[in-house]
């Protein structure tokens, strides 16, 4: 079985805690992502995703002016670059996350997605098994709130 350094995606959209929310906002449009590492340096220290912008920065009434570090989630599951398919798949799903960050010594070295893990052909069962993990507990968690 490969390992996630064979499949993670290395070209990453990084931001910094000098950055605001506005400018995380306008990242995620211009690159069409969800999800940004917040680094020092390569040192991943943080990182934001578009609900995050939502629930903790807009939702709170915080300004777009307002720093990242007020948004960004420091409690982060990470693999390393050895993790196989079928281990991160198993950490997205019993975690319901869809992203991980990859990595070494303490600095970022790409992030795997669940589709990344989806196109390729062997790793199709473990992306279908984290996604329906992850869409059965949002569906628990949306059908409460009728």
Known sequence: MKAIKDIM????????????????????????????????????IGLV??????????????SGSTAVNKVMTTDLITIDSGTTAQEAADLMASNQIRRLPVVENGELLGIVALGDLAVRDVFVDEAGQALSS??????????TFH
């Not at 990084?14 to 995620?28: F, H, R």
């Not at 992850?134 to 059908?143: A, C, L």
């Open 134 to 143: 992850i869409s059965e507990q949002e569906h628990r968690e949306s059908s």
């Open 49 to 62: 995703t578009d609900r995050d912008l939502v629930t903790r920065g807009y939702a709170d009434k915080h």
């Open 9 to 44: 995606s290395t070209n990453c959209i990084t931001a910094t805690t000098k950055d605001n929310v506005y400018e995380l906002a306008v990242l995620m449009k211009e690159n069409d992502v969800g999800f940004i590492p917040i680094v020092e340096g390569k040192k991943l």
